[in-house]
């Protein structure tokens, strides 16, 4: 079956960094776009980016845009997320998910991604 499986999360002070890694299986990895969301407590599930199936193309929210960078190892069948300068804003558990083929919604509804992993905590001290 399918399976991500998210590590890399951690406790970091402001300003500091973290690389997160999604490792798939079950899956022709390389037939998916892939996607970063993350969840705070008590709020909605939130885009962050997503990445195409080559690697080529990648879109970010607005509030990460020169921080984070999205990428992909497709013979690794794995997709990481780069995050510098880090604020406490960005405490969040971040999941890693496929995005639905043929797309029928958009690019940051939650709706639009089919299989997701457990999740990785991500806590930014100020």
């Known amino acids: 079956q399918v399976q991500l499986v998210e590590s890399g999360g951690g406790l970091v002070q402001a300003g500091g960094s973290l690389r997160l890694s999604c490792a798939a299986s079950?899956?022709?990895?390389?037939?998916?776009?892939m996607g970063w969301f993350r969840q705070a407590p008590g709020k909605d599930r939130e885009y962050v980016a997503h990445?195409?199936?080559?690697?080529?193309?990648?879109y970010y929210v607005d509030s990460v845009k020169g921080r984070f960078t999205i990428s992909r190892d497709n013979a690794k069948n794995t997709v990481y997320l780069q995050m510098n300068s880090l604020k406490p804003e960005d405490t969040a558990v971040y999941y890693c998910?496929?995005?639905?083929?043929?797309?029928?919604?958009?690019?940051?509804?939650?709706?639009?991604?089919?299989?997701w992993g457990q999740g990785t905590q991500v806590t930014v001290s100020s």
């Open positions: 079950g899956l022709t990895f390389s037939s998916y776009n």
């Open positions: 990445i195409s199936r080559s690697g080529g193309s990648t």
């Open positions: 998910a496929t995005k639905r083929s043929p797309p029928n919604y958009g690019d940051s509804d939650p709706r639009g991604y089919n299989y």
